[in-house]
């Protein structure tokens, strides 16, 4: 494996992390439904674990979490970006413009996120030593979450939109009522959304 680029790898998750937990913070002030409200809660909370796990990735690794990289403040930069969006459309005076903003700006950052820790838990896999024990041992746990921060948040951002053009919405999503954790669970949700409106 390439030592640098796991390096980078593990220094833009980490910085995309922090960028996450502003995220979730400005979202949350967006949050209208009871349930999201709850869930972006949770999110996180579970963010700022995920900020810690690569906090300790970066010790096993002899990694300086506060090096910079160019990808690094490319990371940076499209999370601030993101958290500006929010703000934003809460200064539309819109609540639920707002909060569909909110769910857009949460789904793009989620994406990010579970792709860096599908890429991590390769690099346990691949890597050799305690170090890649350590990296196995946290991506265990936390791409579990990435799958349920994902999937659950693309269900609320269509649902929501649906709801706005007038149409049947199925709230909570059936991603969130199923506890979906897979590509083809999320679907299977999506699917059963798109029966009721049938
Ligand atoms: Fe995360
Ligand atoms: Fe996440």
């Known amino acids: 494996m390439k030592n640098q680029q796991v390096e980078a790898l593990i220094l833009q998750s980490l910085e995309h992390e922090l960028g996450g937990i502003e995220v979730y913070q400005a979202a949350l002030q967006c949050a209208q439904h009871p349930r999201l409200k709850q869930e972006w809660a949770q999110y996180l909370e579970e963010t700022r674990g995920h900020v810690a796990a690569l906090e300790g990735a970066c010790a096993a690794l002899g990694i300086d979490p506060r090096q910079e990289l160019p990808g690094r403040a490319v990371v940076r930069d499209v999370g601030a970006a993101l958290v500006e969006a929010i703000q934003l459309a809460r200064a539309g005076g819109d609540p639920s413009a707002a909060q569909l903003v909110a769910c857009e700006c949460v789904v793009l950052a989620e994406t990010k996120?579970?792709?860096?820790w599908e890429l991590i838990k390769k690099c346990g896999e691949h890597l050799s030593g305690a170090a890649a024990a350590a990296l196995r041992a946290a991506a265990e746990t936390i791409e579990d979450q990435e799958d349920e921060h994902l999937y659950h948040s693309k269900g609320w951002c269509r649902e929501l939109w649906v709801q706005s053009l007038g149409l049947t919405a199925v709230l909570p999503p059936p991603e969130e009522v199923q506890k979906v954790k897979t590509a083809i669970g999320a679907a299977r949700a999506?699917?059963?959304?798109?029966?009721?409106r049938q």
């Open 113 to 116: 996120d579970h792709l860096d």
């Open 190 to 196: 999506e699917q059963a959304a798109e029966k009721v």
